[in-house]
């Protein structure tokens, strides 16, 4: 395939900008706070959010060349790289986390992307640790017989992918004074932070623990502008456990939210982002008068393929 039998991802129509819209919630309202959401999962309808901002330069760079990227058994990021290989005719291989799942049924994440085309390449857990390093990623990439393919990181996040964050900070503008987003591997915050305006500051909720992202997000920013940009922090508290994880109050809150709202909240990111927010101003973190946009970079997937 050539690069010029891949269409341009903009052929795809993302609505962008996202929409802003304002919500009347009690819990904000009470403490002086007003609530926006930034619907970046109204992008696209398969390329969701931050999918698409981190996505679509590293789709134009493949060039019509196969695409490799990694994630684990229940990965947003191989969900939605299947989807753009399928609808712009690129070739995809996800590297997946668990050599121990190969041969299992494939849970419905995964069966989503082979549906999609993807085909699928499961390695051991040592491996994928150390699929950063040249020999390690040599090794994987002929082992999936992808010696000539593009690669991207997992959840989408390098040097492409921050500059093409850095659209969500200058779409917000003067919007709002702190714009909050759920963080994996860092890469939305990176990006996020160096397009907000100054004066603005961005806030990264981790859904992973660890306490690794920040030396993470001041890479990939030195990586993307060869230094820090923008005025940016973490809080590490409400992962609940890590990745994929969730608990009885968080599943109650975002039920609560949507019952509130209409707005179905996709539980390994958003939910953790909005329960995280709403708590920090429980806690008086925000001054009064202070206007705190959310990103909303995800909805739940549908359950079949």
Not at 38 to 67: F, M
Not at 179 to 187: E, L
């Amino acid at each position: 395939m050539t690069s010029s039998a891949v269409p341009d991802p903009a052929a795809l129509s993302p609505r962008l900008p996202s929409p802003v819209q304002e919500l009347a919630d009690d819990r904000f309202a009470r403490r002086g706070l007003r609530l926006l959401l930034k619907r970046d999962d109204l992008i696209h309808p398969e390329l969701i959010g931050n999918k698409w901002r981190k996505l679509a330069p590293n789709l134009r760079a493949a060039g019509g060349r196969t695409l490799v990227t990694f994630g684990g058994a229940y990965s947003n990021h191989l969900r939605a790289t299947a989807a753009a290989g399928r609808l712009l005719g690129l070739p995809t291989i996800g590297v997946v986390r668990g050599q121990e799942l190969a041969g299992r049924p494939l849970n419905p994440s995964l069966a989503r992307c082979a549906a999609d085309g993807m085909r699928l390449h499961f390695v051991e857990r040592s491996v994928y640790r150390r699929k950063a390093e040249p020999e390690t990623l040599a090794a994987v990439l002929r082992a999936a017989g992808a010696e000539d393919a593009y690669v991207v990181p997992e959840g989408g996040s390098n040097a492409l992918a921050v500059r093409g964050c850095t659209a969500l900070g200058r779409e917000l503008g003067d919007r709002a004074d702190v714009v909050a987003v759920a963080c994996g591997t860092g890469g939305t915050l990176a990006g996020l932070a160096a397009g907000l305006p100054a004066g603005r500051r961005a806030l990264g909720i981790p859904v992973l623990k660890g306490g690794f992202l920040t030396a993470a997000v001041q890479t990939l920013q030195e990586e993307a502008f060869g230094a820090r940009r923008g005025s940016w922090s973490l809080d590490e508290r409400f992962h609940f456990g890590g990745y994929a994880r969730t608990a009885p109050e968080l599943d109650a809150f975002a039920e609560d939210f949507t019952a509130r709202h209409g707005i179905a909240v996709e539980r390994h990111y958003v939910a953790k982002l909005l329960y995280g927010l709403a708590a920090l101003a429980e806690e008086g973190a925000f001054p009064r008068g202070t206007t705190i946009a959310a990103v909303v970079t995800g909805r739940p997937f549908p359950a079949g393929p």
